[in-house]
């Protein structure tokens, strides 16, 4: 142990200042995306299995609705441009412009050099929680998916079904390419009904069980051609357990909506960021 500073609770009570102030972030105009949403139909239904993935694709403009069905369940969700794989879904920055839980109204940016809103949520059924005295909330983009690497590092493991192999699994089949290939795509996700938080002691990321039952729902307007990927993480509601067959697990459905292009009259896809990368070359 380091011994403190004279001055040690000075410094711990210099306020914090926030990194990047989001006031000045393009508005998404909500309701236009509201009122279009309400004149959208369902034009395809996809189902992640438990303990396994599903693909979906959305015209930009279109929508993408995610509700739990038959029990508490959470999902890991991965997004790509649809026509560009190299421009996916960037958790850290999302993360970094509205916080650490994402609800209505806030978006789910691109990687670079593009950083720009892939996706914009409009509807969020659980945006009531809040955040709890733990300092948990729901929807959280700072976990990274279970994996199977990490639960071979920790337990010695060779589990096949962790949200990292299930998205895996579903890219290389939609794709028609080998699971080594699909990989290297799959990204950081958004924990999708997901309730984690930080502890106040040891600063570790924890986990406790979702508040999601079914019905509940999160829906997305897709800012540009979207190719998702969802996975039913094999931890169900995350209580306990999210690496291993133990806990009980039930389905995903997603639903993509599209309404009549004129009803998005004013609307354009965002374009990609206007810095020029020269680097200062």
């Known amino acids: 142990m380091t011994t403190a500073p004279s001055d040690a609770d000075a410094r711990r009570a210099v306020a914090p200042v926030i990194c990047y102030p989001n006031s000045s972030l393009p508005k998404p105009d909500m309701a236009l995306f509201q009122r279009v949403l309400g004149a959208a139909t369902v034009v395809d239904t996809r189902f992640a299995a ?26 890991d969700l991965n997004l790509w441009n649809a026509h560009d794989l ?29 950083l ?11 945006e009531w929680y809040g955040i709890d005295e733990f300092g948990g909330s729901v929807h959280d983009v700072i976990g990274t998916r279970c994996d199977p690497y990490t639960g071979n590092l920790l ?15 579903a890219l290389a089949a939609h794709l028609g390419v080998s699971a080594q290939e699909a990989e290297s795509h799959v990204h ?23 508040p999601v039952r079914p019905d509940d729902s ?15 993480c094999p931890g169900g509601d995350c209580s ?15 639903e993509v ?8 009259q004013g609307w354009s896809s965002p374009p990609k960021n206007g810095y020029d990368q020269s680097h200062g070359l």
């Open 257 to 264: 909506l599209v309404a009549e292009a004129g009803n998005l």
């Open 218 to 232: 999160l829906t997305f307007f897709a800012e540009v051609p979207i190719l998702g990927a969802l996975s039913a």
């Open 116 to 126: 720009r809103p892939l996706a914009t949520i409009v509807q969020d059924s659980l």
């Open 50 to 75: 438990p303990r396994d993935a599903c693909t979906f694709e959305v015209p930009a403009g279109g929508f993408f609705r995610i509700t739990s069905v038959e029990g508490p369940q959470v999902g």
């Open 86 to 114: 190299t421009e996916r879904f960037y958790s850290g920055k999302t993360r970094a412009l509205h916080g650490t839980h994402v609800t209505t109204g806030e978006r789910l940016w691109s990687s670079f050099p593009h």
């Open 188 to 210: 950081d996700v958004l924990n999708v009904f997901m309730c984690t938080g930080f502890t106040r002691d040891t600063g570790q990321y924890f986990m406790k069980s979702s």
């Open 155 to 169: 337990a010695g493991s060779q589990y096949h079904h962790c949200c990292h192999s299930n998205l895996t699994r």
């Open 240 to 254: 306990s357990e999210h690496s291993s067959d133990e806990a009980a697990c039930y389905p995903l459905k997603v």
